[in-house]
């Protein structure tokens, strides 16, 4: 039944030998059982331990791993609102640039009328300005009838004959080199209407004067309460006949 104790001396196999034999193994049975046992439950709680520590592992992972899933939905979710909120806000400002862009372009139309209108105001006033001086201008045309002794004078304004009196007359000799001086001969002169628009004038040259080659008329063109238009001419004697013009 225990061999163990078959090997044991034949004088030590007595009753009492054996019992002690076999006490003595069960002992050292009971020692190996009860070492088994802890042995057993170290690595009961060995492997209790590294279940635990991957079960702890395993759920940290799935709360970080939610979290992370948590935090990527929130994301997700902010950057989708954040994008139609950028969304609209660029929509409001591309219509609130559209709206300012035609409004500018409205107020520039406007100013470009006012500009038109100014423009066509200016050039009627111009026009008016125009007429008005050259109402002001009396246009001189004298021919010489009788050589240095008679000339008609033709005057005109804004393109009308009108009556003028002579108030210069005045005549030089042309040299081409030296100086030229003239001389008043007014009163040697004796101006008559033809008709609206044309004097004959005689003159009398006195003895300084009888190399004349140039004449210049004044007139003086009365408007009654308005102020008075002039006009002068100077002509050069080049033949007998002389056309010249001027205002």
Known sequence: MYPVCDGLPADFLTFEGRVACFAGYEVCKAV?????????????????????EIEAAYENSKILSEQVT????????????????????????????????????AAIAI?????????????????????EIEKM???????EIKEKERFLVMSTEAGLPVDVELIGLQVAESSPNGPIAFLDVLSEATATPVKTGILDVTIDLPGPAQNAKIFEFTV????????????????????????????
Do not use: M
Request: glycine fraction near 6%; aromatic fraction near 2%; proline fraction near 1%.
């Open 137 to 143: 201008r009396v246009h001189l045309q004298v021919i």
């Open 70 to 105: 948590t935090h990527d939905t929130n994301i997700d979710g902010d950057l989708s609102a954040h994008d139609t909120n950028i969304d609209g806000d660029l929509i409001a400002h591309d219509t609130n640039l559209t709206n300012r862009a035609n409004a500018i372009d």
């Open 111 to 131: 100013i470009e009328a006012k500009a038109d209108a100014l423009a066509d105001q200016v050039a009627v006033v111009q026009y008016t300005l125009d007429t």
């Open 32 to 52: 190996v059982i009860a070492t088994e046992i802890t042995i057993a439950q170290c690595e009961l709680q060995d492997a209790l331990v590294d279940g635990a």
């Open 220 to 247: 003086r063109h009365d408007h009654g309460a308005d102020p008075a238009h002039f006009g002068t001419i100077v002509v050069q004697r080049v033949d007998e006949n002389n056309l010249g013009s001027g205002q």
